[in-house]
T-cell receptor, first 113, second 112 residues
Framework: DAEITQSPRHKITETGRQVTLACHQT?????MFWYRQDLGHGLRLIHY???????NKGEVSDGYSVSRSNTEDLPLTLESAASSQTSVYFC????????????FGPGTRLTVL | QQQVKQSPQSLIVQKGGISIINCAYE??????FPWYQQFPGKGPALLIA?????SEKKEGRFTISFNKSAKQFSLHIMDSQPGDSATYFC???????????FGKGTKLTVNP
């Protein structure tokens, strides 16, 4: 079955370290999104991509970067992790089109000490 | 500036009761209004969605009511069950965009 996976599921790192969170989907979806979820803030968009080589900044992109070299993957990199980036991160994908359903991965819980 | 305001933040309902969650928005360019359901430890999943050309959409025990003039939409869960206990997010989508903007979420607890 087609799916969207995230790895690792849990990660503990130290302030200042570079961290990369993986997102892989097998639906062949054009669109991919990264969100962070924090209590009291809901889901906030970090970066998104509408296809290979396309990346765009979302609402809370500072300190994060993405690259899209193929359809299946959109890794999220924290260049220099900060304690404020402790959060649960969700990746999502959709076929394309404004009214299209976004399918979410299971999430990665990141703790920055 | 918050594009969509969701209330209440938390809600406790008895089994069999009606759960109501509300969302309000300002931008009249929004033209797609989905609700997502998230169980603990899982990613959100689409529950039900509505477009502004209709005032109500029903799927089983879940109903979206949409008031275009008031720029509000709400989720009604009839005959609420303990299995409905989850966090619910409303979202909005601007015409022509493929992004969603989410509300802050409502944690629903249905007591047996």
């Amino acid at each position: 079955d087609a799916e969207i996976t995230q790895s690792p599921r849990h990660k503990i790192t130290e302030t200042g370290r570079q961290v990369t969170l993986a997102c892989h989907q097998t639906w062949n979806h054009n669109n991919m999104f990264w969100y962070r979820q924090d209590l009291g803030h809901g889901l906030r968009l970090i970066h998104y991509s509408y296809g290979v080589q396309d990346t765009n900044k979302g609402e809370v992109s500072d300190g994060y970067s993405v690259s899209r070299s193929n359809t299946e993957d959109l890794p999220l990199t924290l260049e220099s992790a900060a304690s404020s980036q402790t959060s649960v991160y969700f990746c999502a994908s959709s076929t394309g089109g404004p009214k299209d359903t976004q399918y979410f991965g299971p999430g990665t819980r990141l703790t920055v000490l | 500036q918050q594009q969509v305001k969701q209330s209440p933040q938390s809600l406790i309902v008895q089994k069999g009761g009606i759960s109501i969650i509300n969302c309000a928005y300002e931008n009249t360019a929004f033209d797609y209004f989905p609700w997502y359901q998230q169980f603990p430890g899982k990613g959100p999943a689409l529950l039900i969605a509505i477009r502004p050309d209709v005032s109500e959409k029903k799927e089983g025990r879940f109903t979206i009511s949409f008031n275009k003039s008031a720029k509000q939409f709400s989720l009604h869960i009839m005959d609420s069950q303990p299995g409905d206990s989850a966090t619910y997010f409303c979202a909005v989508n601007e015409g022509g965009s493929e992004k969603l903007v989410f509300g802050k979420g409502t944690k629903l607890t249905v007591n047996p």
